[in-house]
Every structure is written in C-alpha cells, then in structure tokens.
C-alpha cells in the first residue's frame, strides 16, 4: 500500500566523461528527458571549472532570430513532414542554399509600404464623406497665409463654442453645415466607440496668422473641439472619394500580388523553416547547459536527479553514443528529491487537485489515490438522485467530447449558462473537471435508485411491481430500498456519516504515523497515536451514550476502557507535542463531526427537489398559466439544483479531503520533476534513444 502511495522515486547521480562527447551526452539527455540537471555540489565546484562561452552559441541565436524574422512574414501553412538536421553547421547551409532572405525582405518592405499607402487611402476617403458637405475644391484651403482643419464638436456644445469665437470673428472662419447634424449610431463616421446617439458638428475651420496657436487650442481644449489637418488633395469631395475608391483598389490588388508571392514562398519553405526553428531552439537549450558544466581540460561533470529505474537505460544510451561516460550515484539522503507522480493512468485526471493543494515532497506519501478514491464517493453521496445523476453525466461526456474533438464554442448551451461556465473555467480545465466528475456520477446514480429519487420522483415502485408480477421476485412495493429522510433512514445515514469520518480521521493518523517511522520522528509518532486513541475513545464513548449504556468507570468494563482511551490518548499528545494539545483538542471532535455535512448537503438536495416536483404537481390541474408556470418552476428549479449539485459537492468533498484528512499526514511543499528535454514537433532526434517520456 506504501508503495503505491509513494511517488517515483529518486536518486541524484553524477555523469563524468570526455570532454569530445560533451555535445552527445547533452544530446541523450536532451532526447531522453529523464534527468533534472542541478548546479554542481560544493565539492564538485571545487576542483572544476566553469565553460567558456562557445563560439557558436551567439552564431546560432543570431541564426534563430533570424529564422524567426522569416516565419513572421510568411503566413503560416500546413506543415508537410518532419526535418532532419545532422548538425548546426548542415542547417546554416542549408539557410543560406535556400536563399530567401533578400525575397522575403524586398517584399516585407513592399507589403509594408502598401498597407501605409491603403491606410492613409481609407482615412482620406472616411474624412471625405465626413465632410462631403463643403462644396469646393480642396485646393483653395491650402494657403499659404492661414491654417485649415477639419472639426468636430458635439452639437450641444456648438452654440458655446460660437460663443468663444464670437469676437474673433476677423481672426478664425467657420464652414458648417448644421442641417446635416442629425443623430447617427455609434458606427457612424466622427463617433468614438461605445457613445451611442451622440450628434456632431462637422466644421471647417480656417484660422488666419494674427489668432495665436495658444489662444486655438484654448478654445478648442475648453470646448472638446477635435481638430484633423486637411490633406493635401485637389478636387471636390465627391470627386476625392470616387478618385481615392479607385487608388484604393488598385493598391489592394498589388496588396494581394505580394500576398500570393509570400504564400508560394511558405508552401515550399514553411516546413523546412519550422523544423530550423525548433532545432536551433533546441541547441541555443543545450548549449546553455554546456555553458555551465564543470569541466577540465578533457573531461566534463554534471550532476541531476533521475528516476532509479531509468539508470540502466541512460547508461546504455552512453554506452552506445559515447565512450568512458561513467554514471555515478550520490548520497543524497539528506536531500528532498523532485517529485514526480506515479499514479495508475484512470487516477491521473486527479493529480491537478493534489498540485492545487500542494505537491508532495519527493519522500512522503503521494495522496493522488486517496483522493481518487474518496472524492467521487463524496461527491455521489451528496447528490443521490438518479435524474441529477445521468444530466451531469451526459453534460460532463458532452463537455470531453466536444474539447477533445477540437470544438470550443459550446453554442448549443443556453448563452447564460455558456457565459457563466466561461467565467469561471477556461475549455480544458471544463474537461478536466466533467473527467473527475463522472465517476461520482456514477455513484449518485447507484445511490439515486436505491433512495428511489429521479428529479425527486419516486419512480421504483412501477419497476419493482412489474418485477414481482413478472419473475416473483419480493422487492418493496413502494419501491424504496432506502429512504433517506424518514427517521429511521437519517438516522443510519447520520451514522454511517459518523463512522466515515471516524475512519477516515484514523487512516489519516494511521499514514501520520508510517511518515513520522520513514522520518525517525519518535515524539511525532507518539502524538499522532494519541491523537488517534483519544478520537476513538470519543467516538466510542459517544456512540454508548446513543445506545444507554453504561460508561461509568467504576461499574462498566467498557466505561473504564473508554476513559483508558481518553487520557491515555491525552497524556502521549502531551508528551509529544505539549502543552498546545490541549488547545487543539475539540480539532479532533470537529473533524470527525464534519463528516455529516454529507448528510447534510444530500437532505437540501433532496428537499429543494422535493419543493419543486411539490409545487409542479399542485399548479399541473390548475388553469394553463398556472400549469405553465408550474412547468417553469420545474424546469427551472431543477436546473438550479443540478448547478448547484455539480459545485457545492465538489467543493465540499475537497475540502473535507484537504482539511479533515490531508492535515493528519500531509506535509507537501515538494518540488515538481522537471527533466531537461525538448518535445520535438517538426524535427528528428538525432540520436537513435528509444525512451519512454511519461
């Protein structure tokens, strides 16, 4: 059982050989991934040296930038296949062979000169409709002894800039058409976004040299006047828009040309590109580990943690690519080793709610399979209804299958409900959760039939009637195998509640216990054994009073056993922790006690549901607006219910593994297993390492 609570284990090793076959040992360890490389020990450092910068470190970075220049001007296209690239010195050759860079370059600048060119096309076109009103040439508003702009104001401010000009009348002309200030959305030319309905005054303005540029943008500033040069164009207005339309075209049609031009470069080159991408990405990687290997003048050291049962196969891999490449292993008890998960696949969907609470250190107990285990259990409990169960199980099916099958856009959910999930949860973590959830829903199915509840309906009896008629069988005929709000029912559920929580509190000092043995922490040890007699004598003592019997000491075998528990319970947490037991003792109780909120949690389910079928049925008679509200009052509660039936058990089945559990033996703080490597996608190894990357 301690094994398959415990995570890979780990051992750190030391890698010495020639310095030759540097280059290839950080190659196999780049294409295995299974060694996480750590700074050299104390007494390593002492004796080597650090690299000196490579040479063809800067040549290779400044080969990346530049192939990454390339693809940024390129669109992007299908990737036809992988590359395969035998060294640095082939790829550059390559490059160059290719000769692109010049093409590619020569159209950037084209294509970039174009789109200047259609920008200030379209913003010459938009100002000429904006004022198409002015009836004359262009031309005669460039002079050479006054300035000319084009403005807006809104109009209920127009009248007080009238006001601010009034007496510079023989300094500053206004050109306006005001029977054109009509009211236009917010997709109307002069508006800023998102100001709905506002009118504008379109002017022009001509300003002579005697009005001071201080004195304009006084007025223009107090009286949210926006000003916007004329451009230098002759012609009307309308005969601009239609000359402009045709420029505008014929630039576009150029635009395109170039576009194509890329496009053909891309198909015959965007794969080549891609994989000396990724490639050169991945040797700038090794290189920067070479960079800080210690070395000497023909040998080389580096040190890391490795999974113990990947040794053998990295030594092989030396053996094959390298010659004297010796793998020594380290002492490394003293220190906390990396974590990495070693949980069957069907319990990896729950290694994300371990990392949310706290990695585990790479010693103590991995609680994936606890949490696997109990989660769903929890969370079924709390729902138990057949109907919620089967609706949150298809929607979670739903959910995968919709992600996974590379659609995000989940349309056919009502809008609300799509927004809501949106803002909470991003696609994959929304499939993440339906895959945790699904086994629950499962239990809440079992448990559904057996309470008899189907949206809270009772529904068994036809079943289990045509059962008994059909095959004699001798089921209920109300069809309840369960029920769990009658007296009897709550009360076994109360206490099976108990007894969970009373068990589940024992493992957890049970495993508090085993990791205080593996930490030799002897007063550790005692404390949790403590705490765990003191929590059983509670329980029991608590369960006779329940049943009227006896627990007094002095007359009662089992009374004196019961106290036996208490203070003995009492006295190994003081000696192992102290006075600050004593605090934390009513903790225990609590924990254990918290374990009814499952009960709890079931029986609102159960009665909201109740509430709502209750309510159908009585208006369902009724005239039809009632009987339609009725129906919508069903629809809707239901609805309500399941969403709350998919959070609230499942933040309260977390909680009760994280607090009421995980506090008994859990420690975390652990560092993830990070090996150096790379995940190839458009390129070869080069080196033939067949390795198992999980």
């Known amino acids: 059982m301690s094994n398959l609570l415990k995570p890979v284990p780990m051992t750190k090793i030391a890698v010495l050989g020639l310095k030759k076959f540097q280059s290839d040992i950080i190659s196999i360890l780049d294409e295995m991934r299974v060694v996480q490389i750590e700074p050299l020990s104390q007494n390593a450092n002492s004796v080597l040296i650090t690299e000196r910068e490579i040479t063809s470190h800067s040549e290779i970075s400044d080969q990346l930038l530049r192939i990454k220049g390339l693809l940024s001007v390129i669109p992007p296209t299908t990737i036809t296949g992988k590359s395969k690239f035998h060294s640095s010195e082939e790829l550059f050759r390559k490059i160059d062979t290719a000769n692109i860079d010049h093409k590619i370059s020569l159209l950037e600048k084209q294509k970039e000169s174009l789109l200047t060119s259609i920008k200030e096309c379209e913003d010459n076109i938009r100002l000429m409709k904006e004022f198409s009103f002015f009836p004359e040439d262009l031309q005669i508003l460039h002079l050479s002894s006054a300035r000319s702009y084009f403005a807006r104001i809104d109009s209920d401010r127009y009248s007080e800039f009238q006001k601010a000009i009034e007496s510079h009348k023989n300094e500053i002309i206004v050109y306006t058409n005001q029977t054109s200030d009509e009211k236009i959305s917010s997709k109307g030319i002069g508006l800023k ?46 005969e601009i828009i239609k000359n402009q339309q045709k420029i505008h075209g014929d630039l576009n049609k150029k635009l395109n040309e170039i576009n194509e031009e890329l496009s053909e470069i891309s198909r015959t080159h965007y794969t080549f590109l891609k994989g000396a991408e990724e490639y050169l990405e991945i040797e700038n990687k090794k290189l920067d ?183 004699g069988f001798n089921l209920p005929e109300d069809g309840q195998l369960f029920d769990p709000i009658g007296t009897y029912g709550l009360r076994k559920l109360l206490l099976i509640s ?43 003592m608590g369960l006779a009073l329940i049943g009227h019997k006896d627990i007094n000491p002095t007359s009662s075998i089992e009374g004196m056993a019961y106290f036996g528990l208490l203070f003995g319970g009492i006295g190994l947490m003081f000696y192992g922790e102290g006075a600050r037991a004593m605090m934390e003792l009513p903790s225990i109780i609590s924990h254990i006690l918290s ?100």
Not at 359 to 365: A, I, K, R, T, V
Not at 513 to 537: D, M, Q, T
Not at 670 to 688: A, E
Request: with cysteine; hydrophobic share 45%.
């Open 498 to 540: 108990g007894y969970i929580g009373l068990g589940m509190v024992s493992f957890g000092l049970i495993l508090g216990i085993l990791n205080g043995l593996r930490e030799k922490a002897k007063k550790h040890v005692i404390s949790k054994l403590g705490w765990l007699l003191f929590g059983w004598g509670i329980a029991m």
């Open 595 to 694: 374990y009814t909120r499952i009960i709890g949690i079931l029986l609102a389910s159960i009665i909201l549901a109740d509430v709502i079928d209750h309510i159908f049925i009585r208006t369902i008679d009724n005239p039809l607006p009632q009987a339609v509200l009725g129906i919508m009052i069903l629809f809707i509660g239901h609805i309500f219910n399941i969403i709350i039936g998919v959070f609230e058990p499942g933040i309260q089945g977390a909680r009760l593994i994280y607090v009421e559990f995980f506090s008994k033996f859990y420690h975390g703080n652990g560092k993830p297993f990070l090996p150096f490597g790379s995940k190839r996608r458009f390129t070869y190894d080069t080196h033939d390492v067949k390795t198992n990357t999980s």
């Open 289 to 471: 580990v070479i960079g800080g290997l210690g070395v000497t003048k023909d040998t080389f050291a580096l040190e890391g943690w490795i999974p113990k049962s990947r040794i053998r196969e990295l030594k092989n891999a030396f053996d094959k690519h390298s010659e004297g490449t010796v793998i020594y292993e380290l002492d490394s008890h003293k220190e906390n080793p990396p974590t990495l998960f070693a949980n069957p696949k069907r319990f990896k969907i729950f290694e994300p709610f371990i990392r949310f609470y706290s990695l585990p250190s790479g010693l103590e107990f991995d609680p994936t399979l606890l949490f696997g285990f109990f989660f769903p259990i929890f969370y079924g409990m709390m729902i138990g209804d057949v109907g919620y169960g089967l609706v949150i199980l298809f929607v979670s099916l739903w959910v995968i299958r919709r992600v996974e099958g590379g659609k995000k856009d989940f349309t056919i959910m009502p809008k609300f409900l799509r927004n809501f999930a949106k803002t909470i949860l991003k696609p994959v973590q929304m499939v993440k959760l339906a895959k945790v959830i699904i086994p629950g829903c499962i239990i809440t199915i079992i448990l559904g039939f057996c309470f008899n509840l189907y949206f809270g309906f009772h529904v068994n009896q036809y079943l289990f009637s045509f059962l008994n008629d059909t095959f």
């Open 193 to 238: 976004k998102g100001k709905k309905g506002i009118r504008k005054n379109h002017m022009i303005l001509v300003v002579l040299p005697s009005f001071s540029s201080n004195k304009l943008a006084t007025i223009v500033n107090s009286n949210g006047v926006t000003l916007e040069t004329i451009p230098k164009l002759e012609g009307k207005p309308s």
